[in-house]
């Protein structure tokens, strides 16, 4: 019995709810009023399903929406015995309904297949609201739709600027965007070899999820310029990343914002360890994956996939194991077909390998000679370092707000961008340079413009989803 453990708990119920003692905020949200004894049910029926449709379809409701969930409210009620198994069977057919779980557009009358159209304003508070909240408007917000003034130009900046800077907007952008954009969705996933790096475990991982993610929200919140991403000497650690980043007087094991001693090292998104993490092998570095890494989701430079005949892998025998990672790199530099694109990833990963497989500084790599962080970019820039791939970045720091622009815009449209929006998207980061590329501009800019308030009428149907 000393190692027994709990893998799982599970809790149901309660399963019969009855008595007021028993309402629940989300109970009280959905039962806005209540049939007297004696009273017609399928009014008070109707007043909860017609609210309740209206916010899951995000528009006015019709009598036909209406009339659909009251047949399944007469059946829920006539096999559950009781007015809340009538609410509950209806309600369980409002979250299958594909206008709930899709963004479905109307063209208007007249529009032919190919047309460009004005979305409504009730279309466009549903793009707003899932674009910087991930959820359904609110109230406010589906009135003035409703009421169609929502995109008169000073009520929509206004209220663009209120859902950004809600706390809402935050969150969902952080676990939405920014975890889609830097891959940190796949820090769970990150194995090491518990040999080569036995300071590496889940607390490690936790603690480094928690650093971008807090470092990211801290930029939109405090709406900074986007190159801070960049540049900032401080990030966001507790006791325990601190103690693996060499960072002195930092307890406990909440995160807070503390100023780097050594913003060299340690500044901005290129030296956060979660991110060193995901582009190693769990027993080696990976300057092809860090330099790819940085060329798809910094510089916006996507490298084309290698060609279907060309043998990827790297020499596994011992003597090849022997050799440091450029020399093993050698064969890909010299093929023709590889070339163009390791012109590209590899001085940007050669210059990061002062951190290892697992995101610690290191001196020496894993043959145990001195780390080989040298490199030329094709414009004849020498690389030596994350502090100078850090200022070369910075050179190109509006290349940098486009990529972020890119990101941002196709995560708001819910498509990858298409050659047309090139010119919306050089004209959104045109106009964010005189305010430094702050969040807001960059957001306003995506929000205004015709590739956000306006959509194309599918083919052969005047019904989309998105």
Request: aromatic share 8%.
């Amino acid at each position: 019995m000393d190692h027994a453990s709990v893998h799982s708990v599970q809790i149901g119920g309660p399963y019969e709810i009855t008595g007021t003692d028993t309402e629940t905020p989300s109970r009280e949200e959905i039962f806005v009023c209540r049939p007297e004894p004696g009273s017609e049910e399928e009014v008070c029926a109707a007043q909860i399903l017609a609210r309740m449709a209206r916010r899951a379809f995000r528009r006015p409701t019709t009598e036909q929406d209406v009339e659909m969930l009251l047949g399944f409210f007469r059946q829920g009620r006539t096999e559950g015995g009781s007015f809340d198994a009538g609410v509950q069977l209806a309600l369980e057919r409002l979250v299958v309904d594909p206008e709930f779980l899709f963004r479905i557009y109307r063209a208007p009358a007249g529009v032919e297949s190919g047309d460009v159209y004005d979305l409504d304003d009730v279309a466009v508070a549903s793009r707003l609201s899932f674009f910087l909240w991930s959820s359904i408007p609110d109230e406010p917000l589906l009135e003035l739709a409703e009421n169609g003034r929502l995109t008169e130009p000073a009520v929509y900046e206004e209220q663009v600027r209120k859902m950004l800077a809600d706390p809402r907007a935050i969150d969902a952008l952080v676990e939405g965007f920014a975890a889609q954009w830097l891959n940190l969705r796949l820090l769970p996933e990150k194995l090491a070899d518990p040999l080569k790096y036995p300071d590496f475990d889940d607390s490690l991982l936790d603690a480094y999820q928690q650093e971008t993610e807090m470092f990211v929200a801290y930029n939109l919140r405090e709406d900074r310029p986007i190159p801070e991403l960049l540049s900032a000497d401080y990030t966001f650690v507790n006791e325990r990343l601190a103690r693996f980043y060499g960072i002195p007087g930092v307890y406990g094991s909440r995160p807070r914002r503390v100023t780097l001693p050594n913003p060299d090292q340690r500044g901005g998104l290129l030296a956060h360890g979660g991110l060193m993490a995901i582009t190693a092998y769990p027993d080696r570095t990976s300057p092809v994956l860090r330099g790819k890494w940085l060329l798809d989701n910094i510089l916006g430079a996507n490298p084309a996939p290698p060609p279907a005949n060309v043998d990827t892998s790297l020499d596994q025998s011992r003597e090849a194991e022997a050799l440091g990672i450029r020399e093993r790199l050698e064969q890909h530099r010299e093929d023709p077909l590889c070339a163009s694109c390791h012109t590209l990833m590899d001085p940007l990963g050669f210059a990061l390998e002062e951190f290892d497989a697992v995101g610690a500084w290191r001196d020496t790599d894993e043959t145990g000679g001195p780390v080989d962080n040298v490199g030329t970019w094709p414009s004849g820039v020498e690389l030596n370092g994350v502090a100078s791939l850090r200022a070369l970045l910075l050179n190109y720091d509006d290349q940098f707000v486009r990529t972020v622009t890119e990101k941002l815009m196709s995560y708001a449209l819910g498509r990858p961008l298409e050659y047309f929006d090139q010119p919306t998207v050089r004209q959104i980061v045109r106009d964010a340079e005189a305010g430094g590329y702050r969040w807001s501009s960059i957001v306003l800019g995506i929000t205004k413009s015709a590739a956000f308030l306006m959509r194309r009428s599918v083919e052969a149907q005047s019904v989309g989803a998105q």
